[in-house]
Each structure stands twice: as structure tokens, then as C-alpha cells.
């Protein structure tokens, strides 16, 4: 797999909803369990535990650790916040922000809109670079035909 496969794989998995509820009705889900669902590592899952990225995870009666639904759907937000490229600390204090409950809702709108106006201008300059990208390839294509034209 080629790393532009990886990181398109990568972000499909990222972009899904939870896995259905299990036959049994349980929504439990092992560490190892979430990886392969988020393509994130096991050690990523730790280490957004242990910096508050997501809350302390249930723990069965030997330690394991028990993801839920609702772990799952903050994993899949998260995820959407990596791909737009939110620094881990902004989406650490977004996360504090959020256990600290309803009274943060201010805070948060600011940060989510701080975010996006720069992803807005990202998107801008992504935009300009694909019209000189676009006026290139235009310009190999040309240059293709006319050199086809001329050999006839």
C-alpha cells in the first residue's frame, strides 16, 4: 500500500460511524477493537487518554479497557478535527471544555470559529493552487496536441 493509499484508508475510516450494536446488545468495544475500526494505533488511544483528549475509558473487572458508542462518535469528531488540521492542544482544550459541561458553549464556538476561518483560508489557497495546477496541465496538453499536429 502506497502512503497516498495509507492516508486516503486512513481518513475513510476516520470519516465512519460507529460499528453497528453488536447481536447481543452490547457496546463494548476492546482498544484493539476501536483501532481497527478508527485506523488509529493502540498506542494513539492511550496517549489520547492519558493528555484528556478522551475521558478516562471503562475498565472491566481486569483492567481492560471498554469503549462505548459515545467513545466512538468523540474518536470519529476528533478524527474530523485532525483532518482539518486542529492542533492537538486546541482540540484537548475543546475536550476540557466539553467535560466542563454547558457553560463553555461561548468558549467553544470560538474556537471551532477561529478553526474554520483558517481553514477557510486554506481552503482558499488551495483553491489558487489548483487554478496555476490546472493552467499547467493545460499547458502540457497543448503543447502535447500541437507536437501531435505537427508530426501528421
Known amino acids: 500500500m502506497t502512503m497516498d493509499q495509507s492516508v486516503l484508508e486512513?481518513?475513510?475510516?476516520?470519516?465512519?460511524?460507529p460499528p453497528h450494536p453488536r447481536p447481543d446488545g452490547a457496546d463494548?468495544?476492546?482498544?484493539?477493537?476501536?483501532?481497527?475500526?478508527?485506523?488509529l494505533s493502540v498506542h494513539t488511544l492511550r496517549w489520547y487518554?492519558?493528555?484528556?483528549?478522551?475521558?478516562?475509558?471503562?475498565?472491566?473487572?481486569?483492567g481492560q479497557r471498554l469503549y462505548g458508542n459515545r467513545d466512538l462518535e468523540w474518536l470519529a469528531l476528533?478524527?474530523?478535527?485532525?483532518l482539518i488540521g486542529m492542533p492537538v492542544a486546541d482540540m484537548?482544550?475543546?475536550a476540557d471544555m466539553v467535560r466542563r459541561g454547558p457553560d463553555t458553549?461561548?468558549?467553544?464556538?470560538?474556537?471551532?470559529?477561529?478553526?474554520?476561518d483558517q481553514v477557510a483560508e486554506q481552503?482558499?489557497?488551495l483553491k489558487s493552487t489548483l487554478a496555476v495546477l490546472d493552467w499547467?496541465?493545460?499547458?502540457?496538453?497543448?503543447?502535447?496536441?500541437?507536437?501531435?499536429?505537427?508530426?501528421?
Open 123 to 125: 481552503i482558499d489557497g
Open 78 to 82: 476528533v478524527g474530523k478535527l485532525r
Open 105 to 116: 458553549a461561548r468558549e467553544r464556538r470560538e474556537l471551532l470559529s477561529g478553526h474554520r
Open 28 to 39: 463494548r468495544y476492546t482498544i484493539g477493537e476501536v483501532a481497527e475500526h478508527t485506523g
Open 92 to 94: 484537548v482544550a475543546y
Open 10 to 17: 486512513q481518513q475513510r475510516r476516520l470519516l465512519n460511524q
Open 136 to 152: 499547467k496541465i493545460d499547458l502540457y496538453d497543448r503543447m502535447a496536441s500541437e507536437s501531435e499536429n505537427g508530426h501528421e
Open 49 to 62: 487518554e492519558r493528555i484528556g483528549l478522551l475521558d478516562q475509558v471503562e475498565r472491566s473487572h481486569r
